[in-house]
């Protein structure tokens, strides 16, 4: 590609693309990063600079970009047919990748239902529950609520922000969604309650709000272990497991959302298996497909399943559908990166990484302006303050996480934060060189950011 052609790409992505998640004006204003191909565990762009994928692309990435076994099965399948439609019909990958989900998925969920992003799979699930209220075999038409956390993210579309607490996404759209009640989001750095020593009042609260509300919801929500896009909130050990008693007790469903914590990322294949917690729905997303096409699943106990079944007239089918659900290329791309991880025995392997990342992640403790270091598995997040005492926050317009984010890009690592929050989520094939590389250049980052020199 020349020049003139590279110059005309950027002209029309900054003039006709519309990026999510993005202020377009200060978008317009900057040198887009075109990328261009993959490898590994790098992205380059069409000027040739080589990139760390430090967010796995969006936290969706698994075996690195570019992997043979999952071209090759893409390409395998696209010789025989790319797609056709689940309504009414089935295909071979869809049945395969169905049989093996429920295989790997903690107990009890038996039925795969497809769709094509994190967000449908949500949506799918509370239509699921909703409905299930309504046709179980003792109908219960006034659970028709939903109970979920503080700051919590499910996706953007109308459903999936009505049960989401991230106040600076969702509060604008308030008007156009369906109410639903919210319980504390235990977070240890920030906890209200336990002001170091954790004493669990975060558990009470929500036996409260359950207990309280218990008549009328149909599910509570929950992305287990970690919140995500709320800012990597690691919730203290043993709250899963309490909030999936407090369900099982007072008759309330759990969907689980493991869309950014399923398929190994929390170092176990499910965030779930870590506290023994058999959901009801269970929403897979991101990393199905090891970052390489648009799938997702909602997976469904026989309970649920079996209180949609009826004659045809007493209109108890799942009325939802999308065009593209259990598209073969999808399923066969997720058959393969399933694959992988038994071949390469990638969560094993993933355990020493996961060490080597937390022993490397202390030296940040030593920056001022780090107020706290977490980790879960392969997540780690790094939140800046501007006061550690006071654990006074930066100032939403300081956009300080973007500015460390900014640098670290030019010296060749792509990551994304959340607002004040540095999320370092590399695909597991990264290497423990490639680990000390990265962090390096987090750490020099944040310190010229946050210190105003380099070192
Ligand atoms: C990303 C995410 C979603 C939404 O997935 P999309 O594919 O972006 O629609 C839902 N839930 C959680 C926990 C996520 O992290």
């Not at 903690?106 to 038996?110: D, F, T």
């Given at each position: 590609m020349n020049a003139e052609q590279k110059h005309h790409l950027k002209h029309i992505d900054r003039t006709v693309v519309w990026h999510p998640f993005t202020q377009m004006q200060d978008y317009a204003r900057e040198e887009p990063v075109v990328i261009a191909r993959g490898e590994g565990v790098y992205l380059e762009d069409i000027d040739g600079n080589r990139y760390l994928d430090g967010f796995s692309s969006m936290w969706c990435n698994v075996h690195?970009?570019?992997?043979a076994e999952i071209d090759r099965a893409i390409c395998n399948q696209l010789d025989r047919v790319a797609h056709s439609t689940l309504l009414g019909l089935s295909n071979i990958p869809a049945i395969q990748l169905a049989a093996k989900l429920v295989q790997l998925a903690?107990?009890?969920?038996?039925r795969v239902f497809y769709s094509d992003s994190g967000a449908t799979a949500v949506e799918i699930a509370l239509k699921m529950a909703f409905q299930y209220w309504q046709q179980?075999?003792?109908?219960?038409?006034?659970?028709?609520a939903f109970l979920h956390l503080t700051?919590?993210?499910?996706?953007?579309?109308v459903g999936a922000v009505s049960i989401g607490g991230i106040a600076h996404f969702h509060r604008l759209y308030r008007p156009l969604l369906f109410s639903a009640i919210a319980a504390p989001a235990p977070h240890?750095?920030?906890?209200?309650?336990?002001?170091?020593?954790?004493?669990?009042t975060c558990f009470d609260a929500l036996e409260q709000t359950i207990a309280e509300h218990a008549h009328r919801l149909a599910a509570l929500i929950v992305e287990p272990l970690v919140q995500g896009?709320?800012?990597?909130f690691m919730h203290p050990p043993g709250y899963l497991k309490r909030a999936a008693d407090l369900c099982r007790k007072h008759g309330v469903l759990l969907i689980a959302d493991?869309?950014?914590?399923?398929?190994?990322?929390?170092?176990?294949?499910?965030?779930?298996e870590r506290e023994s917690v058999a959901p009801d729905l269970l929403c897979l997303g991101k990393g199905l497909t090891g970052g390489y096409l648009p799938l997702a699943a909602t997976l469904a106990t026989d309970e649920i399943y079996n209180a949609?079944?009826?004659?045809?007239?007493?209109?108890?089918?799942?009325f939802h559908g999308h065009?593209?659900?259990?598209n073969p290329l999808g399923c066969a791309a997720a058959l393969a990166t399933l694959e992988k991880f038994e071949t390469d025995r990638t969560l094993e392997k993933l355990q020493s990484k996961i060490a080597h990342l937390a022993d490397q992640l202390?030296?940040?403790?030593?920056?001022?302006?780090?107020g706290d270091v977490r980790q879960t598995g392969f997540i780690a997040a790094l939140e800046l303050i501007s006061n550690r005492a006071s654990k006074t926050p930066y100032?939403?317009?300081?956009r300080i996480g973007h500015r460390v984010c900014d640098i670290a890009r030019q010296n060749g690592l792509l990551i994304r934060p959340l607002v004040n929050t540095i999320v370092l989520m590399p695909p597991?094939?990264?290497s423990k060189r490639e680990i000390d590389h990265m962090l390096d250049i987090v750490f020099s980052a944040i310190q010229t950011v946050t210190e105003g020199d380099a070192q």
């Open positions: 690195g970009h570019r992997v903690p107990s009890g969920l038996e179980c075999e003792n109908p219960r038409s006034q659970k028709t700051e919590s993210y499910h996706g953007d579309t240890p750095y920030r906890c209200e309650h336990c002001r170091g020593s954790c004493d669990k896009a709320g800012g990597m493991e869309v950014a914590t399923g398929f190994g990322r929390t170092g176990t294949m499910f965030a779930c949609f079944l009826g004659d045809y007239a007493d209109m108890k089918t799942f065009t593209y659900t259990g202390a030296r940040f403790r030593t920056l001022k302006h780090v100032p939403f317009e300081d597991y094939a990264i």
